[in-house]
């Protein structure tokens, strides 16, 4: 019985496939091409939306682990009590080193200040507020794209540099990011003056100004100058590490480091990201309101066209079902058809979005933030599998649903109304 | 081979219509019969319930002793397929399929070979005189060849009975003698049981029996079987 109902099964699937390829190849070639573009355009238009939205998260990651937090940022204990500086900070980063998979450290040391330019030298002195960062330059090169690869003028620090200082492009002035607030163009070699928080008043010479695109205008000093500035020593504000993704996870690295300082702060890139990770994620929820549009339009355009079909063979449908075709059959060919232009609309969607539209940003790209972010289309093997899955059961609802509308109408009334 | 007895058909509506009052008649295997009478009297919708298209609601029929009555739809559906052929007054094939193709359809929904059921289908079509028109699809065909593929397709899975309803009623009168001469030839060198309705009087030339209609009530049998009203 159970071999008979698969007999019965695979000739009631034969019959429908035969149905349904004379009707996909004998029927009309304009309607086909047209019903498979719109198909195509829809599932592009819903994978490059999501892949341009995966990009810009993944960029933006990238980003802010290339040029603010790395992959884990230490601060001091809060518990306690809030303490402001690591102390030790060399023995800390030698034992955080220890740990498989952790490439490299450097220390910061974070204050704020004022920086003033007098350009004409006429008493007038312009001011900008900003973070000021102490740096050991040779170690924040292993963690951090650094100042030194983003310098638009001048060089960069070195270790003993305590009387040089480098600034942003944005608080420099005149160069093209303009903000509301300037030094007026200070260049290299100009003098500022740094009023910090604590009081401390220096006066420094711009060595290098550099593109502060991602930076958000800090100005770097040397740690050996921050530590005359603050009154510290071996200390730093905030620890970055750099690690392996191949060798653990994010918390797995993060567990490691408690284990070792269970007082430090210990958090990963996710708790830098910030404004933009709300920014990230209202993006992402208009991904899948757009996502889901096109998934619409796609389900619309098969409903209406099969629709329109099985109405159109309604009194065919029902010679079929007179001469002994039994209903299944019909509608399972109506839903291979659907299938069939749904998995065209799926490939030439695919070849649009993987052979033209990812190659060609990699070849020609599109800046999001010059010489930083590039527009880029980025997928997970999971959200390529999910949005063709979703065009799949789209175009099944689509194809079987007015199939079944059709066909299970009474034989006398498919046939003579 | 089919046993009608007291078989009624009402449509209800606004104003219910009784399409059949009480109809009982008998047909026996290989009987050519023709169901005539007046537009209206009932013939067609008697073909829809014994080619169990349409469900009577009174009486009962049986067809070699299955009862045409207490069938389920999909029962129903695998009996047509099975032990029916249908003609159709206007033919009624696939326009995607080509010839042979509508011819062998419903073998290949019985799940019979594909090498058979082609060979069966080339077979029939020499048959009804179509053999060299297997390949061309049915707007290449005049009303007469369709209605012989018809008939071909009709025979595919061969059929107990063969109910035609009106096959003529579209086609001039040439064609009209060729389709009533192909079923004439199917019922004496096949023993093809036929049942076919028509209103032309020139086709009780070909049949055994004719069983006359008249609001919804068998008026007369003439060439033999009893007549039996309620």
Known sequence: MIRNSISNAISDLKTSFFIAWKSITRGNRSTLILLVAVLALSFTEMMFISGVVSGMHYSTIVAAKKYLCSDMVISPPEEPQVKEFITSQAKVRAQIETIPGVVA??????????????????????????AVIGIDPENEKRVLVTTSQLMLEGESLAAD???????????????????????????VGDKVRLTYTNGVMREYTVKGVYDDTMRSSQIFITAKEAESVLSVYDSATQIVVKTDPNFNTSSGYIMKVKDLFP?????????????????LQAVNFLNMILSSISILVAAITIFVIIYVNAISKCRQIGILKAIGINQKIIINAYIIQAFFYTLCGISIGSWLIFG???PSLEIHPVAMVPNMINLAVVYTTAKV???????????YLAGWIPAWMVARKDILKAIWG | MIKVVNLARTYFGKVPTLALKGVSFDVAEGEFVAIMGRSGSGKSTLLHQLGLIDTPTGGSFLIDDTDGIKLSDIEKTKFRLNYLGYVFQDYALITELNTIENVYLPAMALG??????KKRAAELLD?????DRMEHYPVELSGGEQQRVAIARALINNPKILFADEPTANLDTASSEVVLSLFKKLNVELKQTVVMVTHEPDDIAYVDRVIWMRDGLVDRIEGGGPLKND
């Open chain 1, 161 to 187: 540099d305590t009387d040089q200082i480098i600034i942003g492009s944005a608080a420099a002035g005149g160069y093209q990011v303009k903000v509301a607030n300037d030094l007026g163009g200070a260049r």
């Open chain 1, 105 to 130: 450290t450097a220390r910061h040391y974070a204050t704020a200040g004022s920086v003033s330019f007098d350009k004409e030298k006429n008493g007038k002195f312009k001011s900008v507020s900003a």
């Open chain 2, 127 to 131: 048959l009804v005189g179509l053999g």
């Open chain 2, 112 to 117: 019979i070979g594909s090498k058979i059921y």
């Open chain 1, 385 to 395: 599998v999910w949005g063709i899955l979703s065009f799949v059961i789209a175009g």
């Open chain 1, 263 to 279: 007082d430090l702060k210990v958090q990963g890139y996710e708790a830098y990201l910030g404004m933009l990770d709300s920014m």
């Open chain 1, 356 to 358: 033209v539209v990812q």
